[in-house]
């Protein structure tokens, strides 16, 4: 079974510019997750997706990050314009669903993101 | 609202010796607690789970973990380590909506 794919890898970018993560959750995952991990910091939920629905974004920073889910399978998360501290580990994760029961999270390889 | 303290953020300790990396949490509901391991350049991938039932879960590579709910702990546990164990790991709780609160993480170093 194919993992949890994203793109790019890497990408340095100055700040003021803007830049774009893509993913592609494990097929058959409805729920998909975009964690911001900073150096030396744990992750930080940024948005959780159920099938193409919005279920907690309350901890993206909404002046400057979108991300989308259309038609309830890959995802894109952009930044505009990027900040210095946007410097991070963009992981995403999804699982089958979110809830009641339990469902085990699978993260991708991450983007790793530097704003100069 | 939920937290997660881990109290290290470094742990060295040489090969073959037993580990501990401590993990607190806050939560006032009932919740799922998790340790995750990430090695060097690879996504974060799931190192043991409690849910419910039993305080002590272990994982398959030898680590250990016992949730005391009165200690509001979840501390993680090897009686033996290896070099291949050097990676960083990260305590999270879940409140059962999915979302996933870590803590800072801490980093094992494993010394020959």
């Known amino acids: 079974e194919a993992g949890v794919a994203q793109s790019p890898r890497y990408k340095i970018i100055e700040k003021r510019q803007s830049v774009a993560f893509w993913c592609n959750p494990i097929?058959?995952?409805?729920?998909l997750y975009w964690y911001q991990q900073i150096l030396g910091q744990g992750p930080k939920l940024l948005i959780q997706?159920?099938?193409?629905?919005?279920?907690?974004d309350s901890q993206l920073p909404k002046d400057r990050f979108s991300a989308e889910r259309l038609k309830g399978v890959d995802s894109t998360l952009k930044i505009q314009p990027a900040k210095l501290e946007d410097s991070a580990v963009y992981l995403c994760?999804?699982?089958?669903?979110?809830?009641?029961?339990?469902?085990?999270?699978?993260f991708g390889p991450g983007t790793r993101l530097t704003v100069l | 609202a939920q937290s997660v303290t881990q109290l290290d953020s470094q742990v060295p300790v040489f090969e073959e010796a037993p580990v501990e990396l401590r993990c607190n949490y806050s939560?006032?509901?009932?919740?799922?607690l998790f340790w995750y391991v990430q090695y060097p350049n690879q996504g974060l991938q799931l190192l043991l789970k409690?849910?419910?039932?039993?305080?002590l879960v272990e994982s398959i590579n030898g680590f250990e973990a016992e949730f005391n709910k009165s200690q509001t702990s979840f501390h993680l546990r090897k009686p033996s380590v290896h070099i291949s164990d050097t990676a960083e790991y990260f305590c999270?709780?879940?409140?059962?909506?999915?979302?996933?609160?870590f803590g800072q993480g801490t980093t094992l170093q494993v010394k020959p």
């Open positions: 409690y849910l419910s039932g039993s305080t």
């Open positions: 999270a709780v879940s409140d059962r909506g999915g979302k996933l609160i």
């Open positions: 097929s058959g995952h409805a729920t």
């Open positions: 939560s006032s509901v009932s919740v799922y």
């Open positions: 997706f159920q099938n193409n629905g919005v279920v907690d």
């Open positions: 994760a999804s699982s089958l669903a979110a809830s009641p029961s339990y469902n085990e999270q699978f």
